[in-house]
């Protein structure tokens, strides 16, 4: 039994076709569609459901096969119909679901999961679509940046009462942009990580839209499911407090999407959960009531640079190249991911924080002093971090008891400075919704407060701020 993430290698060599989105001739309010066009992409599905193999998100029964190759003919009414040739190709006997597999497809990110029980299936899907179509093997985990000690603990159990105000130094610039009335109204929030609890006081007030991602993300048997949110860790609750909290929140006026693909016993996830995850908030922020309104995804987890053991180096590559084509889509529909770059100290930057789509993110405490846990590093030329976030001791949600007595901690790690970054995204993107995502990314950049005595490399362009 094998799971591949399909994508079609035209996409990871290439940027995305011009499509609606696409800032050509100064287009300054711009739609979300789905326009990415990657005109094989259609095809795994087709030859997928060819061999047998069941949709994981479309309902009825599976068609009886009993030869490869998808044909397509006209139909009434001109419509393409898949069929299957009966004398030409590879030749497979009449199997039932469990034996062949499963499959998603993912038209948003131009990718299509699928799940092989079948060893000739697979065979046979491999023939046909390989040289189209790169089959990654969804096997190399990743997984969210290692805990950090606070260092400061609590207050705990003292709720809202225990801080009086947001503690964000005036040199940030949140208390001033909320006084413009500057709250992230109007922007869409992404967040991939544990989940959010809904019910926490600095949540309950909104509405919070909500997707669980299931262990096996392309199993018609778990499927992935719109439920109220929920977070068995405490760690996506936290992050999304920080970016958007109702009292101590940086943006806390922004809509949340909140997609959850990390397991809280493992810290780990897997490359199709995240591109199910990032195929769901594309869905949401490609509505016709959203299709112009700006975007960020907050996202703590990635590869090291360096393979685990037991996983081939080619196996390790396609891996992270279908990361960064991931990332290139959100871009590519003027969203901007914001990313922790790690906890693990200097020189061990890994990825995304490490490709050039991601706006990566160390952390800095109350100081402005660099934490000693915060990654950097140089990869492929490229320089992580790119900025510097607060994220030493942070005050935030974090879970309820079964009374519903809400819980509020200090935590530190560069997941804690990525949603405050985030945050001053949505503000800048409240501010000035016609800027485009890579707009906004520029505008932090060049509006960072230097970080004076720092070691070249550790602390990025430094501290982003509202200004």
Known sequence: MKSYLLVPKESIETHAHPGVRGTEQGERVL??????QFMISGRAPDMLRSLGLRSAT?????????????????????KNEVQVAASEGPVMEPATASEVGTYRHMPLIGATMAHFTSDEA???????LGRDFEFIPDTVQLTFPGPVSAGQLGPRNQGLSSLQRREWPE???????HAEGVRGAGVMLGILDTGVDADHPEHQNRLIQFRYVS???????NPARDV???DPDGHGTHVAGIAAGTYHGVAPEVDLYVASVIESESIRTSLGRVAAGM????????????????AVVNMSLGFPVQPPPGVSDMEYRLNIRALQTLLRRLVDSNVLPVVAAGNAGAGTAGYPAAFPEALSV??????????????????????????MGYGVNVYSSTERRCNNQAFYERMSGTSMAAPYVSGIAALYRCRSPDLTALEVRDLILDTALKLPKTPAGRGGRGLAVYK
């Open 228 to 230: 109220r949110g929920f």
């Open 122 to 128: 697979e065979r046979v899907a491999k023939e046909e």
């Open 279 to 294: 195929e769901w908030l594309l869905h949401q922020f490609s509505r016709p009531e959203n299709a112009t309104r700006p």
């Open 58 to 78: 479309l309902p009825g029964r599976l068609p009886q096969v009993s030869a490869s190759p998808a044909k397509r003919k006209k139909g009434r009414g001109g």
């Open 215 to 221: 262990l096996f993300p392309n199993s018609p048997h």
């Open 31 to 36: 739609q979300r569609t789905t326009a990415l």
């Open 171 to 177: 040199e940030c610039g949140v208390h001033s942009a």
């Open 362 to 387: 160390g952390a800095v405490d109350f100081a402005r002093r660099v934490a000693s846990f915060s990654a950097s590093g140089v990869v492929n030329q490229r320089s992580v971090p790119d900025v």
